[in-house]
């Protein structure tokens, strides 16, 4: 069980990211899934969360109207579209599932996998 993301880097504030993260070993197409960001020195927390058949999505309030979750279930893969990107927006950041429930969560301890983390660096 594995979830792999990909498409972290380094972007000039008010550019844009696409992060990539996609689960093999497992199909976890029933499963919710969301993307949780570790700025240093701060504690991890929720960015977006997306239910299994992508009716129902949540974007945390810094980042909403910014940031777009979807997913493709064929593909086993969950996206994060991040536009006009702020320096405030550095971090890792790391996509989860619930591999037993349909429906995101935003509590981190709730998600049964993870990946490895992608790093985003946005400059001034």
């Known amino acids: 069980v594995q979830l792999q993301a990909c498409g972290g880097g380094l972007v000039q504030a008010g550019g844009s990211l696409r992060l990539s993260c996609a689960a093999s070993g497992r199909t976890f197409s029933s499963g919710g899934m969301g993307w949780f960001r570790q700025a240093p020195g701060k504690e991890r927390e929720f960015v977006a969360g997306?239910?299994?058949?992508?009716?129902?999505?949540y974007h945390t309030d810094s980042v909403k109207d910014r940031f777009i979750i979807s997913r493709d279930n064929t593909k086993n893969t969950v996206y994060l579209q991040m536009n006009s990107l702020k320096p405030e927006d550095t971090a890792v950041y790391y996509c989860?599932?619930?591999?037993?429930?349909?429906?995101?969560?935003?509590?981190?301890?709730?998600?049964?996998?993870w990946g490895q983390g992608t790093l985003v660096t946005v400059s001034s």
């Open positions: 989860a599932v619930r591999s037993r429930h349909e429906m995101y969560s935003t509590v981190a301890a709730l998600y049964d996998y």
């Open positions: 997306i239910n299994w058949s992508s009716q129902m999505t």
